[in-house]
């Protein structure tokens, strides 16, 4: 069975910085598109950044230039440094990857626990 592990996340003053980052445990085959979505209250989950295995990245609009997306294929950890913060981004974020699990042909999305992000201004 295969579980993805949130941490970091708290409270940042606006202009701030955190770092979360995000692990897949268990009997894992090779891990595809790693990412990251939010949703704040009321409102709909949405993608912040994605990163693909080769290394390609996409960001949300709005935090193009603010947030950065890396992840690693040897410990199946995907990270988001998010600088200059606002308080828009203040959400519950989620970590998300297609993982193959060993034995298995095709792979499964699985998505973390969620961890809290508020910034205050």
């Known amino acids: 069975q295969v579980q993805l592990v949130e941490s970091g996340g708290g409270r940042v003053q606006a202009g701030g910085s955190l770092d979360l980052s995000c692990v897949a445990n268990g009997s894992i085959l090779r891990v595809y598109t790693m990412g990251w979505y939010r949703q704040a209250p009321g409102q709909q989950r949405e993608l912040v950044a994605q990163?693909?295995?080769?290394?390609?990245?996409n960001y949300q609009e709005t935090v193009e230039g603010r947030f950065t997306i890396s992840r690693d294929n040897v410990l199946n950890i995907v990270y988001l440094r998010m600088n200059s913060l606002k308080p828009e981004d203040t959400a519950v974020y989620y970590c998300?990857?297609?993982?193959?699990?060993?034995?298995?042909?095709?792979?499964?999305?699985?998505w973390g626990q969620g961890t809290q992000v508020t910034v205050s201004s």
């Open positions: 990163i693909t295995r080769g290394g390609v990245t």
């Open positions: 998300n990857m297609d993982v193959q699990a060993s034995g298995r042909e095709n792979y499964e999305t699985y």
